[in-house]
């Protein structure tokens, strides 16, 4: 089964861009309909950034669409995120997701922190 | 914007009936899918189409749908469901998806 592993810089500089990946192995990149970002925020509930399909469509959530790009390299077998301009706010703890049907994959998740 | 609404927290005691109630104007146009997630670990999927079973998931969750609410119960409860769980689905153009505010079960 595909298995999911976010890295990135644990820590990021208010106004700058925060930059993650997500590494997919275990299985085909291709077997996936979906790819998506997830984020939690210290003590808070899930948060949905966003997510790219299979046939490139991406899908944003509004209160952040203006700041975020998710991309997938499956040459790369990796999905990306960007988040520009950061703020304190922007602290969390962030996943990457992805599933056909039934079945949902998701990372151990990686934190964040701006300051 | 869209927005899912659950109930902030709920307790039952081992071997009693929990129902977590989310509700959406979208849900009856959009399925909805419940994710458990237990202390520091990434959630996991244990409904899709708001009434479908993830192989792997104990019979004891079953889902179900009646107009603008969605609800996940959970016959039976035992000790290793107390978790946050969390509602997702779609606004009605399926342009984005949000997560209920999640609802925190407590086995007492």
């Known amino acids: 089964q595909v298995q999911l592993q976010e890295s990135g810089p644990g820590l990021v500089k208010p106004s700058e861009t925060l930059s993650l990946t997500c590494a997919v192995s275990?299985?085909?990149?291709?077997?996936?309909?979906?790819w998506s970002w997830v984020r939690q925020s210290p003590g808070k509930g899930l948060e949905w950034i966003g997510e790219?399909?299979?046939?490139?469509?991406?899908n944003y959530n509004p209160s952040l669409k203006s700041r975020v790009t998710i991309s997938v390299d499956k040459s790369e077998k990796e999905l990306s995120l960007k988040l520009k301009s950061v703020t304190a706010a922007d602290t969390a703890v962030y996943y990457c997701?992805?599933?056909?049907?039934?079945?949902?994959?998701w990372g151990p998740g990686t934190t964040v922190t701006v300051s | 914007s869209y927005e899912l609404t659950q109930p902030p927290s709920m307790s039952v005691s081992p071997g009693q009936t929990a129902r977590i109630t989310c509700s959406g104007d979208?849900?009856?146009?959009?399925?909805a899918f419940w994710y458990q997630q237990k202390a520091g670990q990434a959630p996991l999927l244990v409904m899709y189409?708001?009434?479908e079973r993830p192989s792997g998931i104990p019979e004891r969750f079953s889902g179900s749908s009646s107009g603008t609410e969605v609800t996940l119960t959970i016959s039976g409860v035992q000790a290793e469901d107390e978790a946050d769980y969390y509602c997702?689905?779609?606004?009605?153009?399926?342009?984005?998806?949000?997560f209920g505010g999640g609802t925190k079960l407590t086995v007492l």
């Open positions: 790219f399909y299979d046939s490139g469509r991406t």
């Open positions: 189409n708001d009434s």
């Open positions: 275990g299985g085909s990149i291709s077997s996936s309909t979906w």
């Open positions: 997701a992805t599933g056909s049907g039934s079945v949902v994959v």
């Open positions: 997702q689905s779609a606004d009605s153009s399926g342009t984005y998806s949000v």
């Open positions: 979208a849900l009856p146009k959009r399925y």
